[in-house]
């Protein structure tokens, strides 16, 4: 079982170790109440032309978010950790940190791989973060063998953590249960596709063992309102919300006060771009969606991925540049 939670002090440090505040974490402050406060962003991860993490090129990111009212940012598959350098993740914690106010809740992934997720464990511990995601893997592991992994981890770091159904078979209604009930789990990202968002037996008796306040929608705002509308879940994640994130906050403003005509029109603005994410690939889009656009420079995507055809972009700069342009915030011009 996790230990006790706790209020502790640390020093947040920009990406050169300067002090920049002091801050007080209260390693419970991931509630149900924190799912709905903002459309938890998933944003991409700005390199520079030599591949490495660009402070401010995520910065920019991060202030155009702020500046639609997103608070929590989730930095986990559109971001590339997946794939992220042991050698590099400290860097890249010190990085997302030092570009929030503080206010803005960011969120860190960890794993796929056991062996990287415990390394990283030690490492996240220098930081206030009050939980981060475990990214998944079906591949050379199991069911129980999953669960034992998100258990020991979130053990040795004291910290409840994120799990993230993607698949169908990662894990099942018993293990996860069994994780929130010892305080292993935090929240649930919830982004198993169906054909229809409504028609999904496995959702509804994961909610029926372990609720659904805890669970948010984790694939957008196309099935969002479904998911919070039928299923009752407490908000959704974004990747699109990089291009628009006043809509997509007022998207999800719409849904908590179950206005579900205005959330159906403002869901309709992200379908273009939503689209192009699902014919060519989520993350590759978004990667080169934010930067097409203007919001920031993301650099090349990182290996194993690679970037799109010059007649992907055209279609993605379209669509990109369409969204933002309904979108009331503005660009800093301060970032040109």
């Given at each position: ?321 369409q969204l933002l342009s309904l979108s009331t915030v503005s660009l800093d011009p301060n970032d040109d």
């Amino acid at each position: 079982m996790v230990r006790e939670y706790c209020v502790r002090e640390y020093y947040v440090r920009d990406a050169h170790g300067t002090v920049l505040r002091e801050q007080i974490v209260d390693i419970q402050s991931v509630t149900p109440e924190t799912l709905q406060r903002s459309v938890i962003a998933v944003p991409p991860l700005a390199r520079d032309d030599q591949g490495r993490v660009c402070p401010d090129a995520n910065h920019r990111i991060v202030r155009f978010l702020e500046g639609g009212g997103i608070t929590t940012l989730l930095y986990g598959g559109n971001a590339v950790f997946y794939h992220l350098a042991l050698s590099e993740f400290e860097f890249t914690l010190q990085t997302l940190v030092a570009g929030v106010s503080p206010a803005t809740l960011v969120i860190p992934s960890i794993g796929p791989a056991y062996g990287m997720m415990m390394d990283q464990i030690e490492i996240l511990s220098e930081f206030a973060f009050p939980t981060a995601m475990v990214l998944p893997q079906l591949d050379v592991s199991t069911v129980p063998g999953r669960a034992a992994g998100i258990r020991r981890a979130a053990e040795r770091w004291g910290r409840p953590l994120v799990v993230y159904l993607k698949q169908d078979g990662y894990l099942d209604e018993a293990h996860v249960e069994a994780l929130m009930r010892d305080g292993c789990v935090s929240a649930i990202k919830y982004a198993i596709v169906r054909p229809d968002a409504a028609q999904d037996p496995f959702l509804r008796s994961l909610l029926d063992r372990v609720g659904a306040e805890r669970v948010v929608s984790g694939m957008g705002e196309q099935p969002a309102i479904v998911h919070l509308r039928d299923f009752g879940l407490s908000g959704f994640t974004s990747g699109c919300v990089c291009l628009a994130p006043d809509l997509s906050r007022l998207m999800l403003e719409a849904t908590l006060r179950k206005d579900w005509d205005e959330a159906e029109r403002l869901r309709a603005l992200f379908e273009p771009l939503e689209d192009l994410r699902n014919e060519i690939h989520p993350i590759r889009v978004l990667h080169a969606a934010v930067e097409l656009a203007g919001v920031a420079p993301t650099g090349a995507i990182t290996p194993l991925l690679s970037d799109l055809s010059e007649t992907q972009l055209a279609d993605v700069a379209r669509a990109a540049r369409q969204l933002l342009s309904l979108s009331t915030v503005s660009l800093d011009p301060n970032d040109d």
